[in-house]
């Protein structure tokens, strides 16, 4: 009974919103990995192109909503998923016909792309500002308990309670799934082998006879995919606004780092890291081993090693630490 | 002599009637994390402003009001604005800025060496009752270390007596924090844990894991409604951490029940306001006018312009240096009381040479180094809406 009340209670504030925040990071990470691959340069707009994405899905989602359409208890905002998408990929080809394929053209060295990249960050941040303002919005509709830490706590029996919400479910499922498809669009589709060719030998994937441009443009429409969806489900699991999402941007270049630039497992995996030692090296334990041990080892402190004050410093001390000793991240990327 | 001329022309080629233009600025954070109640704040200052130059009254000019952004927790756009405001607008007072920390950094690197008066309605980190100010500054909300005493006395008289505190990590909620674990503590209270948070961020399980570790019956928030405040009490309800809310004058928002539901049903806290006939003429106007009065801190924006304007009227003087000190004088008695909407007749009385007490939709009343002696509403939601329960 115990042991079981320490596990619940562990999985409730440790894990489980660990393990959504990490679904969620993932996502936008390995967008982020994807770009630094093929296209080379860090993509510091990847926040506020989320925004934008979301943005159109809060919009159709709303006018379904007035339509009457429901899915319930699953939210609507999953309908609106598609026409995000393609709102997004079409923001995102635009700017890369406008922008960025005249810095490839001429072989611009990556800083200048990364600038340029900051430039459309800030447009993008204006334009999405500009159409559906700077606050909060709120578009989650169905259920949002699967069920709650009291039902938990009442159907147990159990001290701890544990609870789930939908968008957690949606959150791990969707991002199952869109990772598996990619990964298999990667290593199996001829797309995406040359995508990964191009990534590894720009000269030698030209030789070979890869169209470079239709490279770049699969790759924005992937990456069109996972931000729509990532900031999606960001929405539906906290909430909209756009300064946090341009917030985001942080962790999801710890995580995509951390695990290796270039590599997408290394981004999944980095972007777990980050969402755990965020919330896990910063968790009071105190509870926890008052289940454990015995009541003359029980700890009077709060167990906590280090104050959340310092939640963010974790994940920029795992940054350092990688960065030092393992250049090209957990898994084999390339080095920054 | 070059400067002077020139100006003489450029003013002679606007033509007369922008010769006595009286222009205001307004230092609000109209982006950043209070960027959803500034907007009402600003039209709040400019209706009174609009009210002072419809009635035709104000001799010294028409006042003009020009906007500036203090980014609410950027102090190097909040003094790079308030700058431009003063240097290249010329503006004779500043209704501003909002949070503690900007208001700070433009009275020390601005308002001071240029000899600006400002007046803000919001700001309300204790450290500004000492800071050093030449007399320019003054504020229309009350310092926290009143709001500190107030939550500890909320919390003492529904039986409260252990709290967890987080608080948003800069001046403000720092301060805050500090003065409700002070109160709380004197009055019997046991805090078990004072954890910070930052604004902005994506995800704050880590901070409420920590908190309900600590444990308590209630969780104070001091933070903003917009911003890590609203992720904090969404990861708290999620987790079943806490059930019950404190909320602080920052986290008053309807923004905040339309994001939760009846969640927050019982939670409670409070916002600056009294038992003042004209905190509801004040939301008549701004019904009329087309916002929302009841929106945090509108009512000390309004009062903060129309203490301005009347304090120049009474020095008959744009200058801060003459006007800074009828600021405390039109604000307190003796005087006939002046509510919000009678402006005109405020100007008339001073005009006669008489005395007015203003007190506005705050029901304002200067004390100390000019700050609002500090009445609060104390709030509960009820059926999904605050509800004034009591004034204290």
């Known amino acids: 009974m115990e042991i079981l009340n320490a596990l619940v209670l562990l999985a409730n504030f440790v894990l489980i919103p660990a393990i959504s925040y990490g679904s969620q990071l993932a996502l936008g990470a390995l967008g982020i990995t994807l770009i630094y691959g093929i296209l080379r340069f860090s993509h510091f707009a990847h926040g506020d192109v989320m925004a934008f994405g979301t943005m159109l899905v809060i919009l159709v989602t709303w006018a379904l909503q007035s339509a009457g359409v429901s899915i319930d208890p699953l939210p609507t905002a999953l309908l609106a998923l598609p026409i995000g998408i393609i709102g997004t990929a079409i923001l995102l080809l635009g700017t890369d016909r406008v922008v960025y394929r005249f810095y490839r053209k001429v072989r611009a060295a990556p800083i200048v792309v990364v600038m340029a990249s900051l430039g459309v960050m800030f447009v993008v941040n204006g334009l999405v500002r500009f159409v559906i303002g700077p606050n909060d919005q709120n578009f989650a509709d169905g259920a949002r308990f699967l069920f709650t830490v009291r039902e938990f706590r009442n159907y147990t029996g159990l001290d701890e309670g544990l609870g789930i919400r939908y968008s957690q479910m949606i959150t791990v499922a969707i991002t199952a799934l869109v990772v598996a498809a990619l990964f298999w669009f990667l290593n199996r589709t001829r797309t995406g082998k040359s995508m990964r060719a191009y990534s590894d030998n720009e000269d030698l994937a030209l030789l070979s006879g890869i169209n470079p441009e239709r490279v770049v443009t699969v790759t924005w429409l992937v990456v069109a995919v996972l931000v729509t969806v990532a900031g999606t489900l960001y929405g539906l699991d906290k909430s909209f606004k756009p300064f946090t999402y341009f917030q985001l941007l942080l962790p999801m270049f710890a995580a995509a780092i951390l695990g290796g630039l270039g590599n997408p497992l290394g981004a999944l995996a980095g972007a777990f890291v980050i969402a755990l030692s965020e919330v896990g090296v910063t968790y009071a334990f105190r509870k926890f081993f008052q289940y454990l041990l015995p009541e003359s080892l029980e700890p009077n402190s709060l167990m906590q090693l280090l104050s959340t004050d310092y939640k963010f410093a974790v994940s920029f001390v795992l940054l350092v630490l990688v960065l030092l000793f393992r250049p090209t991240g957990l898994f084999k990327g390339q080095s920054v | ?392």
């Not at chain 2, 450029?10 to 307004?26: E, H, K, N, R, S």
């Not at chain 2, 919000?340 to 007015?356: R, S, Y």
């Open chain 2, 1 to 392: 002599m070059k400067k002077l001329l020139l100006t003489t022309a450029l003013v002679g080629f606007a033509g007369t009637a922008y010769a006595d233009d009286v222009p205001l600025g307004i230092i609000f954070g109209f982006t950043g994390p209070l960027e959803s109640i500034t907007p009402a704040m600003a039209q709040s200052a400019e209706m009174a402003v609009a009210e002072v130059n419809a009635s035709g009254l104000f001799s010294l000019g028409t006042v003009t009001t020009v906007r500036g952004d203090d980014g609410c927790i950027d102090s190097g756009l909040a003094v790079a604005t308030a700058e431009r405001l003063v240097t290249s607008d010329r503006v004779v007072g500043i209704v501003g800025a909002d949070c503690s920390g900007v208001t700070g950094a433009i009275l020390q690197n601005v308002a001071r060496p240029n000899g600006v008066v400002m007046i803000s309605p919001s700001a309300t980190s204790p450290a500004l009752s000492t800071a050093e100010d030449d007399g320019l500054f003054f504020r229309t909300a009350p310092s926290d270390a009143r709001q500190g005493q107030v939550v500890a006395d909320i919390l003492v008289d529904r039986g409260v007596s252990t709290i967890a505190i987080t608080y948003t990590n800069n001046d403000y909620g720092a301060g805050l924090a500090d003065s409700i674990q002070a109160a709380f503590t004197a009055a019997g209270g046991t805090v078990t844990m004072v954890a910070s948070h930052e604004d902005g961020k994506a995800d704050y399980s880590a901070e409420v894991g920590a908190l309900s570790a600590a444990g308590g019956e209630v969780l104070v928030v001091a933070g903003y409604v917009d911003q890590g405040g609203r992720g904090i009490i969404r990861s708290s309800l999620d987790l079943g951490a806490f059930d019950t809310f404190e909320l602080v004058d920052g986290m008053i928002g309807d923004s905040l029940l339309e994001a939760m539901g009846d969640e927050l049903e019982g939670t409670f806290g409070q916002l600056p306001g009294a038992d003042n006939p004209g905190t509801g003429m004040f939301q008549d106007l701004a019904t009329a006018a087309g916002f929302d009065g009841s929106s945090a801190f509108a009512p000390e924006s309004y009062d903060a312009a129309a203490l301005m304007l009347l304090a120049m009227a009474a020095a008959n003087s744009t200058a801060s240096a003459d006007y800074k000190d009828h600021v405390m004088d039109v604000a307190n008695a003796p005087g006939e009381q002046i509510y919000p909407g009678q402006l005109a007749h405020a100007l008339e009385i001073i005009a006669a040479g008489g005395d007015v007490d203003y007190v506005g939709a705050s029901a304002v009343e200067l004390i100390g180094s000019g700050e609002s002696a500090g009445n609060y509403r104390e709030l509960e939601v009820q059926n999904g809406a605050f509800e004034t329960v009591r004034f204290r």
